[in-house]
């Protein structure tokens, strides 16, 4: 059975930092791409960060390029988010997730197979 778990949401205010983990079992983390997604109330689910497998290539959505970064620790089976700057537009559910092949895809909601539960993220002004 797959699991993600993921951890590290919090209350920050606007230009903190916060770092999310994901920790993965049931599924062989090395060969599969991973992404993070957000949901905000009333918003659609959008993918904020992916990353492939092996060789680690990585997309960003604009609103968070330059203050994010993605990466993973294959060893550990661990997926992480480095979030800089942040702002309260960042405020938001923020989902792990494992796609069943090793390229990231779209990095959208339909692209991924399995979601962890959430952590939720608040930016206060």
């Known amino acids: 059975q797959v699991q993600l778990v993921e951890s590290g949401g919090g209350l920050v205010q606007a230009g903190g930092s916060l770092r999310l983990s994901c920790t993965a079992s049931?599924?062989?983390?090395?060969?599969?791409?991973m992404g993070w997604f957000r949901q905000a109330p009333g918003k659609e689910r959008e993918g904020v960060s992916c990353?492939?497998?092996?060789?680690?290539?990585?997309s960003y959505v604009d609103s968070v390029k330059g203050r994010f970064t993605i990466s993973r620790d294959n060893a550990k089976n661990t997926l992480y988010l480095q979030m800089n700057s942040l702002k309260p537009e960042d405020t938001a559910m923020y989902y792990c997730?494992?796609?069943?092949?090793?390229?990231?895809?779209?990095?959208?909601?339909?692209?991924?197979?399995?979601w962890g539960q959430g952590t939720q993220v608040t930016v206060s002004s």
């Open positions: 997730a494992a796609r069943n092949t090793f390229a990231f895809g779209a990095c959208t909601f339909d692209d991924y197979n399995y």
């Open positions: 990353i492939s497998s092996v060789r680690q290539y990585t």
């Open positions: 049931g599924l062989p983390f090395g060969n599969r791409a």
